[in-house]
C-alpha cells in the first residue's frame, strides 16, 4: 500500500523562486494536511483541506498557498521562497468522517532555500 | 486550548531496559490518542490509537495506556533494543469543528547497545 505519497524528496530553492510539493494518498480519505517540522518547534500546521474542493489555513500559512485538486491530491505552493521556509514539509491525511481516526504521513519533503 | 506535553525531551537507556514514555494532554474531551515514532530523515510512523473507551492497547512490546481523567498516556516499551532508538510523538485529534490534530514536541529515545 502506498499510503500518502508527496514529492519531491529533497530540494533547494534560490530566494524568490517558486515550487510546488506534490501530495497524493490513496486511501479514500476526505481531510489532507500539511505540516512542516522545524527543531525545537514540533509539527505546525500550514494548510488543511477538510474535504474536496475545500481549504483553510493552519497555524502557519504566510507564504503559502495550497490547491485540494481532487480527493487524492493536495499540493502546496511557495510562490517566493524565503530563507524561513527551509524546513521539513510533511503531507498527511485522515478520514474526519467518524472523527476518530488515525493520521497517516508521506515521507517528507526537505527544502532548503538559499 | 488543548495542549499537549511530552517530557522528558530526550531519554538514554542501556538495551534490555523496560521504558516508559509520557504523554500528557489539557483536555480530556479527547476521541483518541495516537502515538507515533519517527526516525532521523523519516516521516511519522504510527504505533498505537488508543480510543476514548480504551484504557490500554498493545503491539508487540508496546503497550500504550490511556488515562483521560488525569489527562496522561503513557507508552511502555520493554526490553528496549537499539532499533527502539528514535523520536516517539503522542497526537490528540481535533475537536469538534476544527481540523488540528494538537502534537508533543516528542520524546528522542537512544538505547545504548
Known amino acids: 500500500n502506498a499510503g500518502v505519497t508527496q514529492t519531491p524528496k529533497f530540494q533547494v530553492l534560490k530566494t524568490g523562486q517558486s515550487m510546488t510539493l506534490q501530495c497524493a494518498q490513496d486511501?479514500?480519505?476526505?481531510?489532507m494536511y500539511w505540516y512542516r517540522q522545524d527543531p525545537g518547534m514540533g509539527l505546525r500546521l500550514i494548510y488543511y483541506s477538510a474535504s474536496e474542493g475545500t481549504t483553510d489555513k493552519g497555524e502557519v500559512p504566510n507564504g503559502y498557498n495550497v490547491s485540494r485538486l481532487n480527493k487524492r491530491e493536495f499540493s502546496l505552493r511557495l510562490e517566493s521562497a524565503a530563507p524561513s521556509q527551509t524546513s521539513v514539509y510533511f503531507c498527511?491525511?485522515?478520514?474526519?468522517?467518524?472523527?476518530?481516526?488515525?493520521?497517516?504521513f508521506g515521507e517528507g519533503s526537505w527544502l532548503t532555500v538559499v | 486550548k488543548q495542549e499537549v506535553t511530552q517530557i522528558p525531551a530526550a531519554l538514554s537507556v542501556p538495551e534490555g531496559e523496560n521504558l516508559v514514555l509520557n504523554c500528557s494532554f489539557t483536555d480530556s474531551a479527547i476521541y483518541n490518542l495516537q502515538w507515533f515514532r519517527q526516525d532521523p530523515g523519516k516521516g511519522l510512523t504510527s504505533l498505537l490509537l488508543?480510543?476514548?473507551?480504551?484504557r490500554e492497547q498493545t503491539s508487540g512490546r508496546l503497550n500504550a495506556s490511556l488515562d483521560k481523567s488525569s489527562g496522561r498516556s503513557t507508552l511502555y516499551i520493554a526490553a528496549s533494543q537499539p532499533g527502539d532508538s528514535a523520536t516517539y510523538l503522542c497526537?490528540?485529534?481535533?475537536?469538534?469543528?476544527?481540523?488540528?490534530?494538537?502534537f508533543g514536541t516528542g520524546t528522542r529515545l537512544k538505547v545504548l547497545a
Open positions: 486511501m479514500n480519505h476526505n481531510s
Open positions: 497526537a490528540v485529534p481535533p475537536t469538534s469543528g476544527t481540523y488540528k490534530y494538537i
Open positions: 498527511a491525511s485522515s478520514d474526519q468522517s467518524t472523527g476518530a481516526d488515525t493520521i497517516y
Open positions: 488508543i480510543q476514548s473507551s480504551q
